[in-house]
Every structure is written in C-alpha cells, then in structure tokens.
C-alpha cells in the first residue's frame, strides 16, 4: 500500500516524450525508453540467469556495501542472490539502450554482483572498456563465469570497496563515462561516490543511481542531490538518472514514464 501510495501522485505528474521540451531528455525518452527494439544480446542474458537460477551453491555475501534485505531472509545460495540482487529483464534492457544513446569511453559499474547488469551494459557497447567493481570476492568470481560464457571481452573485474577503486580505474579526464551504482544503498555513501565522480569525470557524464525508493534515506539522498548538483535529473521512479552536462544551463529535474505507461496520453483515459 505504501508503495502504491507514492506511485500514483509519481505516475500522474510524471512527463512523456510528448511534453519534453530540452531536446536531450526528449531523445533520452525516444531512443531509451520509448525503444521496444529487441537485441539478440538479451535472449543470451537470460540464459545465463536462468543458468544461475538453479544454482544452489552456498555463497558468503558479506561485501562492502548495503546489501539487499532478501539477502538476510533467504539465505545465502546462489539463486537467492540472483533473485535479491540482479537487475530484473525489464531494467537490464533499459540499462542497455542508456549505455547506446550515451555512447560512452570508459563504463564503471559499482556493484556488480553476479554479472547479469555488467553483461548488458558490455554488450551495449563492445569496444569501450567496463570496469565492474565489487567488494565481494565470491560474487565477482561467479560474475566472471557468465562474462566468460557470453565472450564479453571488454569488462576488468575491480575486488575493491567503492572508495579504493579509484586506485585501479586509469584517469578519466576528457573521457565520456557512463557510471551504474547499484552496490550501497546508503544515501551519504552515495553522495561521497558523486562527489568523487564530480571531481574525477569531465562533463558530460552520464551516472545512473539504482533503487532510490530502496528506503527512506535514499529516497531523501536522492532529493538532497537534485537539489545540490547541476544538471539534468530524471526521477525513473526505482532508478534516478543525473547527466552532468553543461549544456543544461538551468538545474533540470523531471519525472519520466514511457508513453506505453503513460495511457492519458494516448486519450485512453
């Protein structure tokens, strides 16, 4: 019901590709999430899912970010953690056209669990270098396994916490990022990686933050850094979008929903 109740007044003042106005966000809208196009990389994916969904292998999850709640409650098997922690079909193929309408040089991943979103982000780009960083040893063992069985032969596993990372990434000046944090659910931990990325990434950049309703902190963290970063914020509902790009002279924030969800504005309703 609470979910329910922060949907509907999200889902009525939510923008289409119809009353877009900056012409990125409208392209944002037509090519991301207007694009119904299916890729032969995705069946490939989900092969490799249903693979893991029958792997009971026992799996120590004790990583360095703020892990799902499914986690706890269900114990530790491999198929668990794929089911907690792995972008669903529906999010990996949104995370794929992002990463081909960005167009990005260098793709880093914060969280890369068991493989599945790195996979769809390296194949939506095969010639740009992915780092997947992830605190857990285990985790980015089994990740490797499915990158290996898919031939993705642009991804460097980083076994790292988030803030050590920078270490391992070579210099990302002058370079066009795309950046996926999905690995701590903690909003000031967030913003610490923000900043980071703000004073390592030159504009434009591209930082797709996950599960900003995952709890009230977020939800909070997410408004404190519309508010307090230039660009353009596009509020996904789960996912929240920041484009770093000084082609927004004004602070943008809006809320988007794909027109197929959008049934007002097709004189449905």
């Not at 289409?16 to 944002?28: E, I, N």
């Not at 999010?91 to 794929?96: E, I, P, S, V």
């Not at 010639?127 to 991804?155: C, H, M, R, Y």
């Amino acid at each position: 019901m609470a979910q329910l109740q922060t949907l509907i007044p999200w889902y009525l003042q939510a923008k289409t590709a119809y009353s877009v106005h900056s012409p990125m966000v409208y392209r944002f809208c037509e090519e991301v999430l207007d694009d119904h196009r299916w890729y032969y990389a995705f069946e490939s994916i989900e092969v490799e899912r249903t693979r893991l969904q029958q792997d009971t292998r026992p799996l120590p999850v004790g990583g360095l970010g703020a892990g799902s709640q499914f986690e706890q409650a269900e114990g530790n098997v491999v198929r668990n953690i794929l089911k907690s922690s792995s972008s669903q079909p529906w999010k990996g193929r949104t995370l794929f056209r992002i990463c081909k309408w960005w167009q990005p040089d260098t793709i880093l991943e914060f969280g890369s669990s068991l493989g599945i979103s790195t996979a769809y982000l390296a194949f939506a780009s095969q010639n740009t270098p992915l780092f997947a960083i992830d605190g857990n040893a285990g985790l980015l063992a089994i990740a490797q396994t499915v990158w290996k069985e898919l031939q993705l032969s642009n991804i460097q596993a980083v076994h790292s916490s988030f803030q050590q990372a920078w270490q391992q990434i070579p210099d990302l000046k002058n370079q066009r990022v795309l950046i996926y944090l999905d690995g701590d659910h903690q909003s000031d931990h967030v913003e610490q990686l923000l900043q980071d990325i703000s004073l390592r990434c030159t504009r434009p950049f591209l930082v797709i933050i996950d599960d900003i309703r995952w709890s009230g902190d977020m939800t909070r963290g997410w408004q404190r850094w519309s508010a307090n970063y230039g660009g353009a914020w596009l509020h996904l509902f789960q996912a929240g979008i920041w484009i770093a790009d000084d082609a927004f002279l004004e602070p943008l924030k809006m809320s988007l929903i794909p027109r197929r969800l959008k049934p007002i504005q097709m004189g449905w309703m």
